[in-house]
């Protein structure tokens, strides 16, 4: 059974930083993409961070909203994958979510196959 299973979020101030963590269940990460995609409200899921499987290109992707903020990563022995998020500002103030996509590609519009419940992260100024 496929399962994935956010934590790390939680409150954190302007500027502060914070850890997410996908563990992931029923497939390997490495044969998977992985992706980040957040929601705020009354807003529309905008894709974060992805990274493609090792059989693929290998490559992580970034919104322009986070590049050099973000970074993405895949921890095969733990079967996890992360999203370091450093400066973080009010706007970043959303639901995450993690995601994952069978064929191994970061897909277009974040139309994933599989995805979790999400861990709320809170930007106060």
């Known amino acids: 059974q496929v399962q994935l299973v956010e934590s790390g979020g939680g409150l954190v101030q302007t500027g502060g930083s914070l850890r997410l963590a996908c563990v992931v269940s029923g497939f390997t990460v490495d044969d998977y993409a992985i992706g980040w995609v957040r929601q705020a409200p009354g807003k529309e899921r905008e894709g974060v961070s992805c990274?493609?499987?090792?059989?693929?290109?290998?490559?992580?992707h970034d919104a322009d909203s986070v590049k050099g903020r973000f970074t993405i990563s895949r921890d095969s022995a733990k079967n996890t994958v992360y999203l370091e998020m450093d400066s973080l500002r009010v706007e970043d103030t959303a639901a995450y979510y993690c995601?994952?996509?069978?064929?191994?590609?970061?897909?277009?519009?974040?139309?994933?196959?599989?995805w979790g419940q999400g861990t709320q992260v809170t930007v106060s100024s």
């Open positions: 995601a994952a996509d069978a064929s191994g590609l970061c897909p277009v519009n974040h139309m994933y196959d599989y």
């Open positions: 990274i493609s499987s090792s059989g693929t290109d290998d490559t992580t």
